[in-house]
């Protein structure tokens, strides 16, 4: 079946520190990738996505590149904010449009320090 | 701007009780989902409905069920609640054409006590 291996944290940084969240996944054909962020007390939003081997999602200054050789999707960002932290989810879907459920893997606590 | 909505976001119920959770979303959308979200375990699928009156189990779908009577609006029941069901439930929904992912709802905190 399917799986979504991340970091589970938490993971500390200082504000303006370079960020990578690592994400690894097993899927059966050519799943479309996804990052997730929940902040405090919120559902989840939609930060990032790609559908395609070699695409980049970016959004919001983070970015992510579906890597299919290694079967990753790491999630990056270049100088971090306070406002950045939050719970990260790196999410696939093996159906265009996810008729049959995303598989997560477990989060990532984001705590940025100023 | 598009959205799902939860009816509640905090509820305390008893051993026993049986408990319904709603959620609507005004996108048109075909599929919804319900996941519980745990510490530690992340998102877990319960059910799914990719239609109306359709439903479909997902990882975890004993001691719940669902309903979906109209395409905008997606249930959960909890038949007999226990106290492993304390969670935060999240609804989500999506389009079956195109990869535009999931919108979800902003949860809703079950204690079950």
């Known amino acids: 079946g399917n799986s979504v291996t991340q970091m589970e944290g938490p993971v500390t940084l200082s504000e303006e520190a370079f960020l990578t969240i690592n994400c690894t996944y097993t899927?059966?054909?050519?799943?479309?990738l996804f990052w997730y962020v929940q902040y405090p007390g919120e559902g989840l939003q939609l930060l990032l996505k790609a559908t395609k081997a070699d695409d980049k999602g970016s959004n919001k200054g983070f970015e992510a590149t579906y890597r299919k050789e290694t079967t990753s999707f790491h999630l990056e960002k270049g100088s971090v904010q306070v406002s950045d932290s939050a719970v990260y989810f790196c999410?696939?879907?093996?159906?265009?449009?996810?008729?049959?459920?995303?598989?997560f893997g477990k989060g990532t606590h984001l705590i940025i320090q100023p | 701007d598009v959205k799902v909505t939860q009816s509640s976001r905090y509820l305390v119920k008893r051993t026993g009780e049986k408990v319904f959770l709603e959620c609507v979303q005004d996108m048109d959308h075909e599929n919804m989902f319900w996941y519980r979200q745990d510490p530690g375990l992340g998102l877990r699928l319960i059910y799914f409905?990719?239609?109306?009156?359709?439903?479909e189990k997902g990882d975890i779908p004993e001691g719940y069920s669902v309903s979906r009577e109209k395409k905008e609006r997606f249930s959960l029941i909890l038949e007999s609640a226990s106290t492993n069901q304390t969670s935060m439930y999240l609804c989500a929904s999506s389009a079956t054409t195109g990869v535009g992912g999931y919108t979800f709802g902003s949860g809703t905190r079950l204690t079950v006590v």
């Open positions: 409905s990719y239609d109306v009156k359709m439903k």
């Open positions: 999410a696939l879907s093996d159906q265009g449009g996810g008729a049959d459920g995303l598989t």
């Open positions: 899927a059966t054909g050519y799943p479309s």
